[in-house]
């Protein structure tokens, strides 16, 4: 002889805890809508700092190089305008040192030089 299985005497213990599952999923859907959040409140100002490190790091070597591209083309423009240099460019070009006697300065009527 079997035994009938016997259920929940009462009916309505199983749609009483459906009815509550809603109201649970839906308080945790909303802390975790708070929890990201807060998340992206706290953490987006910290990936815009990073971020505006990381250009500040790039244009801090961009000014350095830019420095030192700088300094190398007022070395070459130093030596470009030293004695020697301009010497040798103008016997390139063909000129000769002047065989002046003395300092330049107005001409006399001799054509000598006062």
């Known amino acids: 002889?079997?035994?009938p299985i016997v259920g929940p005497?009462?009916?309505f213990l199983v749609p009483q805890r459906?009815?509550?599952w809603p109201h649970v999923l839906s308080t945790f859907l909303l802390l975790a809508v708070l929890v990201v959040g807060l998340l992206g409140l706290v953490g987006w100002p910290r990936l815009r700092i990073t971020s505006i490190h990381y250009?500040?790091?790039r244009l801090r070597a961009a000014v350095?190089?830019?420095e030192s591209r700088e300094r190398a083309l007022r070395l070459d423009l130093e030596y470009q305008?030293?004695?020697r240099a301009l010497a040798a460019r103008a016997a390139?070009?063909?000129l000769v040192p002047s065989e002046a006697a003395?300092?330049?300065g107005p001409a006399l009527p001799d054509g000598g030089v006062s």
Do not use: A, Y
Request: net charge negative.
């Open 1 to 3: 002889m079997e035994l």
């Open 9 to 11: 005497s009462n009916r």
């Open 18 to 20: 459906d009815r509550r």
């Open 55 to 57: 250009d500040l790091i």
């Open 64 to 66: 350095d190089q830019l």
């Open 81 to 83: 305008r030293s004695p």
């Open 92 to 94: 390139e070009l063909g």
């Open 102 to 104: 003395g300092p330049p």
